[in-house]
Antibody, heavy 121, light 108 residues
Framework: QVLLVESGGGVVQPGRSLRLSCAAS????????MHWVRQAPGKGLEWVAA????????FYADSVRGRCTISRDNSKNTVYMEMSSLKVEDTAVYYC??????????????WGQGTTVTVSS | SYVLTQPPSVSEAPGQTARIPCGGD??????VHWYQQKLGLAPVLIVY???ARPSGIPERFSGSNSGGTATLTISRVEAGDEADYYC???????????FGGGTKLAVL
């Protein structure tokens, strides 16, 4: 069974840091690009970051560039999102997603259940 | 940055055909993907590369991309189709992935 399970969310004060994890199972993890997508309460989907299958290339939304770092450990079948200098507007459900095929520009086929990040003082 | 435009809501009666448009600059040159998100759940890919369906997605869901607009068509609408629908593309000019604002489908 193909599965993505996010963890690491919680309540954090503005300006602090948080690391999200996404554990993958049921497929060859090191063959697929991975993404993070977020959804603020009552709002639509917003793409956040992407990483190639081997971690050699990374891409970021303008809203998080410089504050977030995506990474992956293919030996642990896990992708990470390190978030720093958190802002209230970063409050959202964060989903990790696997691309349908191999190429990073393919559709987001497999999604995790999401982990909630709340930035509040 | 690239923008995808969707109507906030669409409504249709059961058994009828619902069409959800997605507009963007030169969208015909891009591959458009569509996601369904039901309340409280993660999104589900229902159409990729303009018109292809992943395994397990009913044939009632179809997509097209021509004439300057991408369109998700849901035939024989059912109550269970009530959800938010998002279009999405990769913008090669900026290396960013873009979602439309989403369309809420109401089944009357």
């Amino acid at each position: 069974q193909v599965l993505l399970v996010e963890s690491g969310g919680g309540v954090v004060q503005p300006g602090r840091s948080l690391r999200l994890s996404c554990a993958a199972s049921g497929f060859t993890f090191n063959s697929h690009g991975m993404h993070w997508v977020r959804q603020a309460p009552g709002k639509g989907l917003e793409w956040v970051a992407a990483i190639w299958y081997d971690g050699s290339k990374k891409f970021y939304a303008d809203s998080v560039r410089g504050r977030c770092t995506i990474s992956r450990d293919n030996s642990k079948n896990t992708v990470y999102m390190e978030m720093s200098s958190l802002k209230v507007e970063d409050t959202a459900v964060y989903y990790c997603a696997r691309v349908r095929a191999v190429t990073i520009i393919d559709a987001f086929h497999i999604w995790g259940q999401g982990t909630t990040v709340t930035v509040s003082s | 940055s690239y923008v995808l435009t969707q109507p906030p809501s669409v409504s249709e009666a059961p058994g009828q055909t619902a069409r959800i448009p997605c507009g963007g600059d030169d969208i015909g040159s891009k591959s458009v993907h569509w996601y369904q998100q039901k309340l409280g759940l993660a999104p589900v890919l229902i159409v990729y590369d303009d018109s292809a369906r992943p395994s397990g997605i009913p044939e009632r869901f179809s997509g097209s991309n021509s004439g300057g607009t991408a369109t998700l068509t849901i035939s024989r609408v059912e109550a269970g189709d009530e959800a938010d629908y998002y279009c999405q593309v990769w913008d090669y000019d900026s290396d960013q992935w873009v979602f439309g604002g989403g369309t809420k489908l109401a089944v009357l």
